[in-house]
């Protein structure tokens, strides 16, 4: 029980965090309504008639599902800044595990990063996208835990770096490319061998698709919108959220205790 | 009593370092005991104390707190410890109280809420006490980033103590206490030591603060100089001497070699005598003295003297 304790107050510190800093909390929200607006608009006017099914529909869930995992991974660096201020001094002497912790800041950051859902949905009712009410109870929990996919992936860049500053530089290379190599605005089909590859080991790519997966399901443009069954995806992200959970949690710890 | 704490060549070298910052270093602490580690800065005080706390791994060596051993039960250390570290460790983000009640949450002392008021009672009673102690009362709802250097190192007290700790590290605790507050810690943490089942390790450049501990250690450069009680320490290392003199130096000079017993200068004369002698002393002479000067070392001349020889030493 004091384990599900810590992981809900370390989460519940995120949470108020984000709620006593309005800034955050607003350009949270501007930020993917933005994306859609703009760039999704624009995709689907030029391309919607050459792929042959709803553009906007396919960069909309896209753009979902990535500022779901990119959020909450970048979220998650948050935990090198308790170290340089000393703050994870506490969590590192407390009697709880440290998968406690980094589960803990997992679920903070994924509820920081749902609080997003509300101008994406927002967005969505505003652009006309088709979205009925099964879908919408369907897509809400598969999004969150699209968040938790996201924090562990977070977890595994930050554990290599021993500094906020260090991580801001470089989280960019790792996140950027997957929103191109996952196809959250473009299809990934018929692509060159090695873009194939690339595509294939990207994190990001899996969670697309899985959502995509899902909203299509049983629509004649399902073939076309998706490359993996949303099991196979599912099957390789839990593959991946548990290697990045353990592998990172290993080297954080490993890297704060043998300075 | 039992051993409570058990460190035996203990030794940590950084990785970027080139030199050890705790080196071969070995004690004892008994259950119930105040113990004192002195030294100057970089002599391995928080190195040590980061190893026994468990948030940082030796190089090699043992460390047993409670029976455990401080690598491999590391979580069965944790739930009997509670540290005030040198640097605070809180967050601005929130108030006072949500502080305390993010550390107690994660030591078991409290289940999760987010309402102070559903929280048990003996918690917001704790939370009082403490904050009345530490004179912080009418600030617990107020967010950190209204609050001084001095009121956070207040905080990080409370937190400290909030869950009632079988052992107690505390890393230089008083640093930017004013004197008052500094008093009513110390009373506290004296009376707590009194009930006899709170083990206090202290690291401190207050020397006075060391002097009521059941023992002192001092190290400088990774390495233990000196230990014993604080008595022992000033007997054992600082020169315990009188000065006198009388109207009739020469006469008085006679005296003091009839008696056997060191002595410099012409008069006035330093003569090295313990102070449990003084009294023997005295009978014995007939001189009449005109000055007596009893040099009565404090634990901070014992703290200088031997960092001063390690120094010297070092050259």
Redesign the interface.
């Known amino acids: ?2 384990t ?3 992981i ?3 989460a ?2 995120d949470v ?2 984000l709620f ?2 309005k800034r955050r909390l607003f350009s949270g929200l501007i930020f993917p309504i933005a994306s859609i607006a703009i760039l999704g608009s624009s995709l689907d006017a030029n391309l919607s008639q050459t792929v042959g099914f709803n553009f906007l529909v396919f960069v909309y869930l896209g753009v979902m599902v990535q500022n779901m995992f990119s959020s909450t991974a970048s979220g998650i660096a948050w935990l090198i800044e308790d170290r340089q201020n ?12 440290r998968y406690a912790i980094i589960f803990g800041k997992i679920l903070g950051e994924s509820i920081v990063s749902y609080t997003q859902i509300l101008g994406l949905l927002a967005i969505g009712y505003i652009l006309n996208i088709p979205l009925d009410l099964n879908k919408l109870l369907l897509l809400l929990p598969i999004l969150f835990l699209i968040c938790f996919f996201g924090g562990a992936f977070g977890v595994l860049i930050m554990a290599n770096f021993m500094d906020k500053r260090s991580i801001d530089q470089v989280f960019p290379f790792f996140i950027f490319p997957q929103f191109f190599l996952s196809g959250v605005f473009t299809p990934m089909k018929n692509l060159p061998d090695y873009l194939t590859v690339l595509s294939r080991i990207t994190p990001l790519f899996y969670a697309v698709d899985f959502v995509r997966g899902i909203y299509f399901y049983g629509k004649p443009e399902y073939s076309e919108v998706v490359i993996y069954s949303p099991l196979t995806n599912l099957i390789v992200m839990t593959v991946m959220f548990f290697a990045f959970i353990i592998i990172g949690t290993y080297i954080f710890v490993k890297s ?4 | 009593m039992k051993d409570i704490i058990v460190v035996d060549n203990l030794i940590k070298k950084y990785k970027t370092a080139e030199t050890n910052a705790v080196d071969g270093v070995s004690f004892k602490v008994e259950e119930g005991e105040f113990f004192s580690m002195l030294g100057p800065n970089g002599a391995g005080k928080t190195t040590t104390l980061s190893i026994l706390n468990t948030t940082l791994n030796p190089t090699s060596g043992k460390v047993r707190i409670s029976g455990f051993d401080a690598i491999n039960n590391a979580s069965k250390i944790r739930e009997k410890i509670g540290v005030i570290f040198q640097s605070p460790s809180l967050d601005v983000n929130m108030t006072a109280e949500e502080n305390i009640r993010f550390h107690s949450v994660l030591y078991g002392y409290i289940p999760f809420s987010y309402r102070y008021k559903s929280l048990p009672k003996k918690y917001q009673l704790r939370v009082e006490e403490l904050a009345s102690l530490m004179d912080l009362t009418s600030e617990l709802h107020k967010p950190l980033k209204e609050f001084s250097g001095g009121m956070k190192r207040k905080l990080e007290i409370i937190i400290g103590l909030i869950h009632n700790p079988k052992i107690l590290f505390l890393d230089e605790p008083t640093i930017g206490l004013d004197p008052l507050t500094r008093k009513n810690l110390w009373d506290y943490l004296l009376q707590v030591k009194k009930k006899g089942d709170t083990t206090i390790f202290l690291t401190t450049h207050y020397i006075e603060e060391a002097e009521n501990s059941d023992h002192v250690m001092i190290i400088n450069k990774g390495k233990v100089v000196s230990f014993g009680t604080p008595e022992e320490l000033k007997e054992d290392l600082i020169e315990e001497f009188i000065v006198i003199s009388s109207m009739n130096n020469e006469f008085l000079r006679q005296e003091l070699i009839s008696a056997k017993l060191k002595f410099e200068g012409d008069g006035p004369f330093k003569v090295y005598i313990k102070e449990k002698d003084l009294q023997t002393l005295f009978q014995k002479l007939k001189s009449k003295l005109s000055l007596i000067q009893v040099h009565n070392p404090t634990l901070e001349q014992v703290y200088l003297k031997i960092i001063g020889d390690a120094k010297h030493e070092n050259l």
């Open positions: 029980m004091r599900f304790n810590a809900f107050i370390i519940y510190r108020l965090k006593r800093d000393d703050f994870s001094q506490s969590f590192f002497v407390a009697p709880i595990s704060e205790k043998e300075r």
